[in-house]
């Protein structure tokens, strides 16, 4: 039985707030640039253009430290990676703060490194220990196709390079981090 993309009446997805949650589906634009050697950006708009979001971080460092900011400036979500792990691992915590544990929202892996179709599993913070993720991701950000799924309910899609399509009711903060980390763990 295929399950619909989306339904009047299913609770809405709010893992960063509820303020980045809308009632009816929205188109991003996701636009990528390397200012220096040693940083990187993400900018994302609304299909009208409004500035909606930001990410900052490093490039070709070890350190993997993303920080999404709103449009003002301040900081919502810090992304951390570990740049050696034999498969990919991240951390988002909340605001700012990457040291505390209470604040930690999700973590997010790569199913398996060897796979040739590969997945990623993401686990909300009440469920770190379990075996089944919450969410995942199949496909890749750099091949112009992935899909951000949770259980069988497809919830987010890219289909051309840097547009996205974020379903009702979805967070799309939560969305474009982890298309940021889907785009980290592509980039060799």
């Known amino acids: 039985m295929k399950v619909p993309e989306w339904a009047y009446g299913v609770?809405?997805?709010?893992?960063?707030?509820?303020?980045?949650?809308?009632?009816?589906?929205l188109e991003l634009i996701v636009k990528k640039k390397i200012n220096k050697l040693s940083s990187s950006q993400f900018q994302v708009f609304d299909l009208s253009g409004n500035f909606l979001l930001k990410v900052d971080g490093g490039v070709w460092n070890f350190k993997l430290k993303r920080v999404l900011l709103d449009p003002a400036g301040f900081p919502i979500l810090t992304l951390r990676g570990k740049a050696l792990a034999f498969r990919h691992k991240w951390k988002a915590h909340a605001g700012e703060s990457t040291h505390d544990t209470s604040n930690i929202l999700f973590s997010v892996k790569q199913s398996h490194p060897l796979q040739i179709k590969k997945q990623i599993n993401i686990f909300l913070a009440n469920n770190f220990k379990k075996k089944e993720p919450d969410f995942h991701i199949t496909g890749a950000y750099t091949s112009l196709s992935f899909k951000v799924y949770e259980g069988r309910r497809l919830i987010a899609e890219g289909k051309e390079k840097y547009k996205v399509k974020v379903y009702p009711e979805v967070d799309y903060a939560f969305?474009?981090?982890l298309l940021v980390i889907l785009d980290e763990n592509d980039t060799p």
């Open 11 to 25: 609770p809405p997805i709010s893992v960063i707030g509820e303020s980045y949650c809308t009632p009816y589906p």
């Open 175 to 177: 969305i474009v981090a």
